[in-house]
């Protein structure tokens, strides 16, 4: 089994930085991939950013140039990086990783934007 816990969500005004971590309680390097996602209220969840084990990243077009997702394989730690933030980024994100055919998730951490 494996958890994900997420952290660093938040209120901030439109323009303003988060950056979001999730932990994860074994190595991430066992991992085939790891996402983030989010769900706004009354809305699908919808991938936000993802990254291969051999480290190849994807962003959509609504969030490319704002959001970068890494990883720090030492401290079992993925994250995401959201800069210049809007207020339809308002949602609960949340972290996600893909081992063969098992799918973990965390429980998500809210993000708030305001105009």
């Known amino acids: 089994q494996v958890q994900l816990e997420e952290s660093g969500g938040g209120s901030v005004q439109a323009g303003e930085s988060l950056r979001l971590s999730c932990v994860a309680s074994?190595?991430?390097?066992?991992?085939?991939?790891m996402n983030w996602y989010r769900q706004a209220p009354g809305k699908q969840r919808e991938l936000v950013a993802s990254i291969t084990n051999g480290g190849s990243t994807n962003v959509p077009d609504s969030v490319k140039g704002r959001f970068t997702i890494s990883r720090d394989r030492a401290k079992n730690t993925l994250y995401l990086q959201m800069n210049s933030l809007k207020p339809e980024d308002t949602a609960i994100y949340y972290c996600n990783s893909i081992f063969f055919e098992r799918t973990y998730w965390g429980q998500g951490t809210q993000v708030t934007v305001s105009s």
């Open positions: 074994r190595s991430i390097l066992i991992f085939n991939a």
